[in-house]
């Protein structure tokens, strides 16, 4: 399996577009569980075979050639194809309205088919499929983006990337004070956003920080959960098996390479 990624240092890009990645081989694995990550993201397949089968929640199907997987806040289980080829790109959730004219909320615990949101995407498709390399690909969906460039406040791009930047979970009011939002303000922004109120979003970035300091550190279960904001150790438990079905010592004795990926 040959996995690629690319971080754009673009500023004017990356208010919409985070990252770009592509995976392309015949896997070693034949399951593969994708744990909540915080992302929302275009994928485009070029398998010659059906992408991957799913399931989510109680839905089974067949994904689409280019799809948009909205935020997840729960596991999202695959059935791997015998060869996959893909390309992925990681979208600033506060630029999916400019891009797609649609409310990123709207894609929690999703997959939709882009083609019945706009027809441009069978041919944005065409274009990625035809390019000969990841960079020329990179390129594409950079102009594609660059087309639609808007400028957004400090506010919006702050909001926008809560869930990943460095900042403790916090609390409702500290959070509508940091950003200047009324509290009511901070609701209606965070279920647009994020399709999640802002009770939920703060359990939800303490989360995604304790993946991080699971995956990258060796500190104990104790001082993890002490250092993500959590009251004890029973609460960490609980809240990271509500968005995961595993405890965070079954995910690092299971976890790969990839932060978040489980496979089997």
């Given at each position: 399996?040959?996995?690629?990624?690319f971080?754009?240092n673009?500023?004017?890009?990356?208010q919409?577009?985070?990252?770009a990645?592509?995976?392309?081989?015949?896997?070693?694995?034949r399951?593969e569980?994708?744990?909540?990550?915080?992302?929302?993201?275009?994928?485009f397949?070029?398998?010659?075979?059906p992408?991957?089968?799913?399931?989510?929640?109680?839905?089974?199907?067949?994904?689409?050639?280019?799809?948009?997987?909205?935020?997840?806040?729960?596991?999202?289980?695959?059935k791997?194809?015998?060869?996959?080829f893909?390309?992925?790109?990681e979208?600033?959730?506060?630029?999916?309205?400019?891009?797609?004219?649609?409310?990123?909320?709207?894609?929690?615990?999703?997959v939709?088919?882009?083609?019945?949101?706009?027809?441009?995407f069978?041919?944005?498709w065409h274009?990625?499929?035809?390019?000969?390399?990841?960079q020329?690909?990179?390129?594409?969906?950079?102009?594609?983006a660059?087309?639609k460039?808007?400028?957004?406040?400090?506010?919006e791009l702050?909001?926008?990337?809560y869930?990943?930047?460095?900042?403790?979970?916090?609390?409702?009011?500290?959070?509508?004070s940091?950003f200047?939002?009324?509290i009511?303000?901070?609701?209606?922004?965070s279920n647009?956003?994020f399709?999640?109120?802002?009770?939920?979003l703060?359990?939800?970035?303490?989360?995604?920080?304790?993946?991080?300091?699971?995956?990258?550190?060796?500190?104990?279960?104790?001082?993890?959960?002490?250092e993500c904001?959590?009251?004890?150790?029973?609460?960490f438990i609980?809240?990271?098996?509500?968005?995961?079905?595993i405890?965070?010592?079954d995910?690092?004795?299971?976890?790969s390479?990839?932060?978040?990926?489980?496979?089997?």
């Amino acid at each position: 399996m040959n996995t690629t990624f690319f971080a754009s240092n673009n500023t004017a890009i990356r208010q919409l577009v985070n990252a770009a990645w592509q995976v392309e081989g015949t896997p070693s694995y034949r399951h593969e569980t994708i744990l909540p990550k915080g992302v929302i993201e275009l994928v485009f397949s070029f398998s010659k075979e059906p992408a991957f089968s799913h399931s989510f929640t109680d839905q089974k199907i067949n994904t689409p050639r280019c799809f948009i997987n909205g935020m997840n806040n729960m596991p999202l289980y695959l059935k791997t194809p015998a060869h996959q080829f893909f390309f992925g790109v990681e979208l600033n959730p506060l630029a999916v309205k400019k891009l797609l004219a649609v409310s990123p909320g709207v894609f929690l615990n999703s997959v939709t088919d882009l083609t019945l949101i706009s027809n441009d995407f069978d041919g944005l498709w065409h274009q990625l499929a035809e390019a000969g390399s990841f960079q020329q690909r990179v390129t594409i969906i950079h102009q594609w983006a660059g087309k639609k460039q808007s400028t957004f406040s400090e506010q919006e791009l702050a909001f926008s990337s809560y869930l990943h930047d460095t900042s403790p979970a916090g609390a409702v009011t500290g959070l509508a004070s940091r950003f200047c939002y009324s509290i009511r303000q901070l609701s209606r922004k965070s279920n647009d956003l994020f399709g999640m109120s802002t009770e939920s979003l703060i359990s939800y970035k303490r989360y995604l920080h304790s993946v991080r300091w699971l995956h990258h550190s060796n500190e104990s279960l104790t001082s993890v959960g002490y250092e993500c904001g959590f009251y004890d150790q029973a609460h960490f438990i609980r809240e990271f098996r509500d968005y995961t079905g595993i405890t965070p010592g079954d995910y690092r004795r299971q976890k790969s390479d990839m932060p978040a990926h489980l496979f089997g």
